[in-house]
Structure formats: C-alpha cells, structure tokens
C-alpha cells in the first residue's frame, strides 16, 4: 500500500508559476513509476505527466511540454510538479499516481495508487 498526499495548488495569475508536491509513504517509493494527472470539470482525468522509477525518464502530454517538469527525489519520498507559463486552460485538480510497471504508462487505468488532489486555479 501506498498513500500520496499532494500539496502546493493555488490561484494563480496567467503566466504565474506553481509548484506542486506529492509525499509518498508505504512501500518503497523508488519501487514505483510516478505520475502527475489532471481533471477540469466535466471532463476526464487526463495524463500530464510521468517519471521512471530512477528518475532518468520523463514523459509529457503535447498541452505542458516546455513549461511543466516533473521531478523526484527518492531520498525523499517525494515527487514534484514544475509548472512555469500557466495558462487558463491548466486550471483542474491535479492529481499525484503511482504504478509499479517497469515502462511506465500515461493511461490512468495503469496506475494502482492515487492522492485526493489539489486545486489548481489560473485566472486570466
């Protein structure tokens, strides 16, 4: 079992920065492929993006590459969101998942632990 907790959403201004954070704790972390997750309302939850176990791969959706970078640090337990050039259109809950595949997935299903999420609002 493990439990994610993520922290660090907010209102933000377009063009704004946020940083946010997921804490992991349970089984080893760097046993697991981390991944970031997003939901507006109304609409799917959608990949943002993911990071290997070591942390030497990353992977982003097409809408946040440029702007956003995921990070971890398995000293720490702990995963991190970059999120630089906000737009509108990034506003939704943002959710921190965790899986245990060796090739990482970006598909929701393929992910086996979840955090409750955080609030990420960007205002024109």
């Known amino acids: 079992q493990v439990q994610l907790v993520e922290s660090g959403g907010g209102l933000v201004q377009a063009g704004g920065s946020l940083r946010l954070s997921c804490a992991a704790s349970?089984?080893?972390?760097?046993?697991?492929?981390m991944g970031w997750f997003r939901q507006a309302p109304g609409k799917e939850r959608d990949f943002v993006a993911v990071?290997?176990?070591?942390?030497?791969?990353?992977y982003y959706t097409d809408s946040v590459k440029g702007r956003f970078t995921i990070s971890r640090d398995n000293a720490k337990n702990t995963v991190a969101l970059q999120m630089n050039s906000l737009k509108p259109e990034d506003t939704a809950v943002y959710y921190c998942?965790?899986?245990?595949?060796?090739?990482?997935?970006?598909?929701?299903?393929?992910?086996?632990?979840w955090g409750q999420g955080t609030q990420v609002t960007v205002s024109s």
């Open positions: 998942a965790a899986q245990k595949k060796v090739l990482p997935g970006i598909m929701a299903y393929e992910y086996e632990y």
């Open positions: 349970g089984r080893p972390f760097s046993s697991y492929a």
């Open positions: 990071i290997s176990r070591g942390g030497g791969t990353t």
